[in-house]
């Protein structure tokens, strides 16, 4: 199977070839250990790096990015910010190929995940999507399925047959670990769009989670979320970090001050002109010594 | 682009001026002490003491505009430097003004016609003036975001802590009549006061420098002398 084959060629270090016959994702995530775990909590691992070098994005003949390096790191959450337009949403999601899903839309550069290079010859798509996931701006949880169904959906696209027990453990710990499973426990099998918009983005987070990602790309996942549902998404990134890399587009500086370990500011000369990484370096450097000018005006709120 | 915040960026510009206006008062507070010294003036005295109110009082108040300005601005980069820098300067400036205070109370103790002996009352007015300008560069280097201006008040002020020990080398020398012996031990308080007064004012300058670089470094280490930062 496809998704068999691109499993192995990325995870050979924390995610070892299934054995025939045995099933696939109570070898991939640690979904042994729900039982044995005070709720809500996640142990810590080694989550993956990502890595882009020299990546130019364009829309048909428009250079929307260009040239950007940086290191995504491991189990760290970092923000990305700049004004609309600097091309930090598109960056993102160049990270897990869904750029090129935009007609007429490619890439230049490389992009590596821990060392393998994701746009290398090969490599299916769908794979990289479902090491690297994405939660959008609006919390989008199918609108028909049940809260269950939500979070066992990557289950069933990806890996095949998988049993009722082991699914029933993986959407448990999915929603323990988006901090939503107290709330939605006895109501398993109302519709998704029934939760309020900061439940529905937790779900979408359980979603995410649920087929043991490496990274989680978030863009703008706070922004249609009241003060208390944001503080509560930024809570879970925290713990989040624990078992997986973050990275987050924020509108919201102050949201990248409280939520992030590293900051990559984004800009664009005059519009038209493609954006490009002014600056990454540590939140609190960004924040307290930025080295750029232009970081500076940006996170000073002194320009638009 | 146009400024924006610009309201924020004034208030901000008004406190930074507020707060180092501080410097202003004790500058004027010393030069009254040090008149009241050497005239023996037990009225000019009384008179910085109870206007310290205003130095105590400007602290309070840009101290409470600087916290707002932190709840409500979120202020980061330079702008969170500036108004960190500012609270610790504030908190400098109040000292200095309590350092002229506890001079001006022991003023009265050694009485209308104290055995003054004069070359110590010179001696103290000289580390007065040389504190005095120490004062005016904290003020300068700050407005002007100059780290080698600021950094410079450390030589500066090695001349005044000389002169503080000149003091005490005279105080030890100044005889066996018991009336002298304690006019000299309230001057040695007073020179002391006064050296006080110049380490504020470096302390100031070490603000200087983090507001301009980010980094905070006390420029000399006074437990380990000559190790400089």
Known sequence: MEGRKLRGMFGSQTKPETEEGQNTMSQAGPVTETSSQAPGTVSARRAKTLEAKGVNLYYGDFHAVENVTMTIEPNKVTALIGSSGCGKTTFLRSLNRMHELTPGASVKGDIYLDGEDIYGGGVDPVAVRRLVGMVFQQPNPFPTMSIYDNVAAGLNFNAGKVSKGDKDAVVEKSLRGAHLWDEVKDRLDRPGSGLSGGQQQRLCIARATAVSPEVLLMDEPCSALDPVATLAIEDLIAELKKEYTIAIVTHNMQQAARASDNTAFFNLDESGKPGHLVEIGTTEDIFTRPKQKETEDYVSGRFG | ?229
Request: proline share 3%; hydrophobic share 45%.
């Open chain 2, 1 to 229: 682009m146009p400024e924006i915040r610009a309201e924020y960026q004034e208030e901000l510009k008004a406190l930074e001026g507020s707060a180092l206006g501080g410097l202003d008062l004790v500058s004027a507070a010393l030069s009254r002490t040090l008149e009241a010294i050497e005239h023996q003036d037990i009225e000019l005295a009384q008179i910085v003491v109870a206007d310290d109110d205003r130095i105590d009082g400007r602290y309070l108040e840009v101290h409470q505009a600087l916290i707002t300005l932190l709840a409500t601005q979120s202020p980061v980069a330079t702008d969170l430097r500036l108004i960190a820098a500012l609270l610790h300067t504030l908190k400098n400036i109040e000292r200095m003004g309590d350092q002229c205070v506890n001079i001006c109370k022991v003023i009265p103790m050694s009485g209308h016609e104290p055995p003054a002996d004069q070359e110590m009352v010179k001696l103290i007015l000289t580390m007065g003036t040389h504190t005095k300008a120490l004062i005016s560069q904290a003020k300068r280097a700050f407005e002007e975001r100059n780290v080698e201006m600021a950094r410079d008040m450390v030589e500066r002020d090695d001349v005044v802590d000389e002169l503080n020990r000149e003091c005490f080398q005279l105080a030890l020398a100044i005889g066996d009549d018991a009336d002298q012996r304690e006019w000299a031990m309230t001057m040695l308080l007073t020179a002391r006061a006064i050296e006080r007064i110049g380490d504020n004012a470096v302390d100031i300058g070490e603000q200087v420098a983090f507001v301009v670089t980010g980094l905070f470094r006390e420029f000399e280490d006074a437990s380990h002398p000559g190790a400089n930062a």
